[in-house]
């Protein structure tokens, strides 16, 4: 069974940075693509990057294009969300999920989930 196992959240002045984890296990690492999620309270939950399976391409959204790298390290089955210049709106529980087909941004489609870390971003 695939698993994801996000790590790397905590408290953050604004403008600070930081780096979140999403450790996969339980399958092959290179046939499933991964997107890093994030969902604030009462907010929906939103897509924010992803990375392809077949050929490492990469998708943002907008309000982290330039700010946010995603990457994966395939000698560890882990990828990577590096979070700069954080802003007090980025505050959200972060979630990472895999699946087959790249569904991104959309987020139901995605059959894998892992548990979230928490960001906060004071002001």
């Known amino acids: 069974d695939v698993q994801l196992q996000a790590s790397g959240g905590g408290l953050v002045q604004a403008g600070g940075s930081l780096r979140l984890a999403c450790a996969v296990s339980?399958?092959?690492?290179?046939?499933?693509?991964i997107g890093w999620f994030r969902q604030a309270p009462g907010k929906a939950r939103e897509g924010l990057a992803s990375?392809?399976?077949?050929?490492?391409?990469?998708y943002y959204q907008d309000s982290v294009k330039g700010r946010f790298t995603i990457s994966k390290d395939n000698a560890t089955n882990t990828v990577y969300l590096q979070m700069n210049s954080l802003k007090p709106e980025d505050t959200a529980l972060y979630y990472c999920?895999?699946?087959?087909?790249?569904?991104?941004?959309?987020?139901?489609?995605?059959?894998?989930w892992g548990q979230g870390t928490l960001v906060t971003v004071s002001s």
């Open positions: 999920a895999a699946e087959l087909q790249n569904c991104y941004p959309d987020a139901a489609p995605y059959g894998y």
């Open positions: 339980g399958y092959s690492f290179d046939d499933y693509h």
């Open positions: 990375i392809s399976s077949t050929d490492d391409s990469t």
